[in-house]
């Protein structure tokens, strides 16, 4: 430790010697391996720190380890290799942002909205109050994908024609200049329309405001291209995104309501036409009330007094 380890510069948080190399700095200063151990904060984040401002951070990190203790993993979401995780414990109302046990615990409080997306489309987001789903116009694309699908593969079956017809001349040719023509392979390079799904966390928290993921998204075979085995595939993808979203919807809140986007409008539409029929109707009792009083005016059952009297109720003058 002695050899790698600098006496003579402390540790400004703890007291404890400092790495001779790569140490860690907060306000250019180096702190120790312990305390560098400890930072699980967004990237950049410790550059703006100064020494207070890093020594009450990790005040708040020790804080912390009550919640640590505490969160037991019944959910978790692997973003693929290299990618990430985000791991839950809904019964207790906690969080990670990491598979790491020893990094910070986040309170369901301290997520404030979240949203995933396919590109730059959103599927779901959820606060407190709501979780939304959106269409998905990704099944349409990939439809409309099955004329270039089929022309592909009638090329790659002339192909596969040629190249059985240039072996079959190079078994029964024995002349070694025989021309062997080329045939470039077909792929099927169509860009994906669901490339990447993103999900997006945005936090009320002191030391985080956000954190966002990748997740590689669904894509074509170049050789044996299908649009059943594409969206075979997406459909497990967004039905686990979908599960995702559920997750993290109950986590802010147990009784959340969830719906399509666009049911607000839909019911506020059908509130106003319903409001509108009303009225319609109401305006037609009246002429009918009007007509049968002017009947009995004509009929002399009742008296011009009476007939304006009961016009001007109906009318509301």
Not at 28 to 35: A, F, H, L
Not at 85 to 108: E, M, P, T, W, Y
Not at 163 to 188: A, G, I, Q, T, V
Not at 285 to 308: C, N, P, S
Request: glycine share 4%; aromatic share 10%; hydrophobic share 30%.
């Amino acid at each position: 430790m002695g050899l790698f380890s600098n006496n003579k510069k402390l540790c400004p948080v703890c007291g404890n010697p400092t790495p001779r190399l790569l140490a860690t700095k907060i306000q250019d200063t180096p702190i120790c391996k312990e305390c560098d151990k400890k930072i699980y904060l967004p990237k950049g984040r410790t550059d703006r720190m100064t020494i207070d401002d890093f020594k009450q951070y990790i005040q708040f990190y020790e804080d912390n380890q009550a919640l640590r203790d505490q969160f037991e993993e019944n959910y978790s979401f692997n973003f693929g290799l290299f990618g990430g995780d985000l791991v839950l414990d809904i019964f207790h109302g906690l969080f990670r942002v990491n598979c790491d046990k020893d990094s910070l615990a986040f309170q369901a409080d301290n997520l404030k909205a979240f949203r995933i997306l396919e590109d730059s489309r959103v599927l779901f987001e959820g606060n407190h109050q709501e979780l939304k789903h959106y269409d998905s116009k990704v099944p349409e694309k990939v439809k409309q994908l099955e004329p270039q699908i089929a022309q592909f593969q009638m090329q790659m079956r002339e192909y596969e024609m040629f190249e059985r017809l240039e072996r079959m001349h190079e078994e029964n040719d024995k002349d070694d200049n025989h021309y062997h023509e080329y045939h470039p392979r077909p792929s099927f390079d169509v860009a994906s329309p669901a490339d990447t799904f993103h999900v997006e966390l945005t936090f009320d928290h002191p030391y985080w405001d956000n954190i966002k993921w990748d997740w590689t998204g669904v894509s074509f075979d170049s050789d044996s291209p299908s649009v059943e085995a594409f969206l075979s595939c997406y459909e497990d993808k967004t039905e686990s995104l979908h599960t995702l979203a559920l997750n993290l919807a109950h986590l802010m809140n147990p009784n959340v309501k969830e719906m399509t986007a666009g049911e607000k409008k839909q019911a506020a539409k059908q509130e106003t036409g319903s409001l509108e029929e009303q009225k319609q109707s109401s305006e037609s009792d009246t002429i009918e009330q009007l007509q049968k009083y002017k009947g009995l005016l004509d009929a002399g059952v009742i008296t011009e007094e009476e007939f304006a009297a009961k016009k001007k109720q109906l009318l509301g003058i």
